[in-house]
């Protein structure tokens, strides 16, 4: 880390404290939540790591300031958090940040719409990231890993927080995944049984008005389910709607698009172009095609793995998956199995 002063330092933390409450302030979700993505090493996060590493007395930043104070109990463990992170202390950073999160819970309740909820996405998320990485740690100390068991219990709270009437219904879907990740890592897959109740059977919950992202991942988990309770008809309907759901949404497409316009350029045409056009070209070209690709391998990751409990689904009540689809995604697995089923069951298929 290059040298950082104490009055950098100072500054850092305070652009933070700013940001966060100019976000609770203009309603701002989008903002308020890229503050909390404490696993995404993010430059800005890291940067503010440094800062309070350097600048070690942050609560009196919180506390002489009556616009910060208000938001202390949330941002004064996040900070340490932050802090423990980036030090590799991952199991001090999942309690700081568990501390810091049941804290923004409690301003949460307080707020009437939901705006807020890319922010509690994030926290849901984090939490399970966080603690998945602590009991990692714990287990490689020779200690009883039980902080992923902790962020279920939590993230229980927050559905019970979202399982109400309201615009913040609709974020308990994601919540809901976020402890079927969790229940199936701990192989307590029976505890997604009063969640699925709750989801299924509760007036106060449409499931079509839940985001297609999380009618996904819940299709997907509760198929698995199914698998597991043998009841192939019920897998294969929800790992089909999984799959079927499971699309190239709209910031692909735009840059599928974007793409297209610059492979439109001959080569005699980009020639031409003054150098600067070139060179903004390129950026543009980083800019779109990297992440599309990044995009594209993510969305594959995606199918296949829905495609791992279809087919074997499919299998089981008779039908055989096409050869092209076995080859797009690469299921070797899969396509021996399905030879072998094919040539077993030709000999009476011909008769």
């Not at 696993?39 to 940067?47: A, E, F, I, K, V």
């Not at 350097?54 to 919180?62: E, G, K, P």
């Not at 009991?135 to 993230?155: T, Y």
Request: one cysteine or more; hydrophobic letters at 45%.
């Amino acid at each position: 880390m290059a040298y950082l002063s104490m009055g950098e330092s100072h500054r850092r933390i305070t652009d933070y404290l700013n940001r966060f409450a100019d976000a609770i302030n203009y309603q701002d979700g989008d903002s308020l939540a890229r503050l909390f993505s404490i696993s995404s090493d993010t430059p800005s996060l890291l940067s503010l790591a440094d800062a309070l590493n350097v600048f070690q007395d942050a609560n009196r930043l919180i506390k002489q300031s009556e616009k910060f104070s208000q938001y202390g109990e949330v941002v004064a463990p996040f900070f340490r958090s932050l802090q423990s992170y980036r030090l590799g202390n991952l199991v001090d950073a999942y309690g700081a940040f568990e501390k810091a999160s049941n804290a923004f819970i409690q301003e949460f309740r307080n707020w009437e719409s939901g705006w807020a909820l890319e922010a509690l996405y994030v926290i849901a998320y984090e939490i399970r990231v966080l603690a998945e990485r602590a009991d990692r740690e714990l287990a490689s100390n020779g200690k009883s890993p039980e902080k992923l068991k902790g962020a279920g219990s939590f993230l229980m709270k927050v559905f019970g927080v979202l399982a109400g009437k309201g615009p913040k219904r609709v974020g308990a879907l994601y919540v809901t995944c976020q402890l079927f990740k969790i229940y199936f890592k701990l192989g307590t897959v029976h505890l997604c049984r009063s969640v699925i109740r709750s989801i299924e059977t509760a007036r106060i919950f449409d499931f079509e008005e839940f985001p297609t992202r999380d009618k996904v991942t819940y299709m997907y988990y509760t198929g698995r389910l199914e698998v597991l309770n043998e009841n192939f008809p019920a897998a294969d309907q929800k790992l089909s709607y999984a799959l079927t759901h499971c699309s190239l949404n709209k910031e692909a497409n735009i840059r599928f698009g974007l793409l297209h316009l610059l492979l439109c350029y001959e080569s005699n045409d980009i020639l031409a172009l003054q150098a600067s056009t070139v060179c903004w070209l390129s950026v543009l070209y980083l800019v779109i095609v990297v992440p599309l690709i990044i995009f594209l391998i993510s969305f594959c990751v995606r199918v296949r793995m829905i495609l791992k409990y279809l087919i074997p689904v499919k299998l089981s009540i008779g039908i055989l998956p096409k050869k092209q689809l076995i080859e797009n995604y690469n299921l070797v697995e899969v396509q021996l199995l399905s030879r072998s089923i094919t040539w077993f069951t030709s000999p009476f298929l011909d008769t």
